[in-house]
């Protein structure tokens, strides 16, 4: 199974963007790269996900590189909800199995 | 919005009993999955079910067994509970045929084996 790496956590300001790197240098051609998150007590949270080209919804942007071996999750104006675990996780057509690794945790402050 | 609900957010039960946990969707998915989460090593799938009657093992199926009766309802039952199987239970839900389409959570089930 592909592998994602991601830092174990990162800080951001209430009102600014955030990035999120995520890599995933064994990435296949098939590979989706799905983004999820986990708020505290809660089950994790469908955020995005993208095969090459960029992907915008109302929660935020993934920008996927151009070689798709790394990628962004961008959230435009974090806010204290934002605060999660972020998941990026790499999924197969073929397989129905999500492999969550360790997630970066963010921390938004006020 | 998908709707995916647990039938218990807690639940306390005793080793050797038989524990049912009832994952129920509104949104008319094919694919509905269980996951256990356990500090340190993420989620894990313990089994999926792509149809109603069918079911497929996933990494860690032991212990347990599933029932896919309707569309809209997965459980999951351990046959014998022990107290390695205390985690958070997480029961999830998808449309269509593969594994690129999002899956959507409910919030959790936290079990507990006395």
């Known amino acids: 199974d592909a592998k994602t790496t991601q830092p174990n956590s990162m800080e951001s300001n209430e009102e600014e963007p955030v990035h999120l790197p995520c890599n995933h240098s064994?990435?296949?051609?098939?590979?989706?790269i799905h983004w999820y998150r986990q708020l505290p007590s809660q089950g994790p949270e469908y955020v995005i996900h993208?095969?090459?080209s960029n992907v915008n919804n109302r929660m935020a942007s993934l920008a996927i590189a151009e070689d798709r071996k790394s990628s962004t999750l961008i959230l435009h104006r974090a806010t204290l909800r934002d605060a999660a675990v972020y998941y990026c996780?790499?999924?197969?057509?073929?397989?129905?199995?999500?492999?969550f690794g360790s997630g970066t945790r963010l921390l938004v402050r006020p | 919005d998908v709707k995916v609900t647990q039938s218990s957010r807690y639940l306390v039960k005793r080793t050797g009993e038989k524990v049912f946990l009832e994952c129920v969707q509104d949104?008319?998915?094919?694919?509905m999955f269980w996951y256990r989460q356990d500090p340190g090593l993420g989620l894990r799938l313990i089994y999926f079910?792509?149809?109603?009657?069918?079911?497929e093992k996933g990494d860690i199926p032991e212990g347990y067994s599933v029932s896919r009766e309707k569309k809209e309802r997965f459980s999951l039952i351990l046959e014998s509970a022990s107290t390695n199987q205390t985690s958070m239970y997480l029961c999830?839900?998808?449309f269509g045929a593969g594994g690129n389409q999002p899956q959507h959570f409910g919030d959790g089930t936290r079990l507990s084996i006395l």
């Open positions: 999830a839900s998808s």
């Open positions: 064994t990435i296949s051609g098939t590979d989706y």
């Open positions: 993208g095969l090459t």
């Open positions: 996780i790499l999924s197969m057509d073929s397989s129905y199995k999500l492999i």
């Open positions: 949104m008319d998915h094919e694919n």
């Open positions: 079910s792509y149809d109603v009657k069918m079911k």
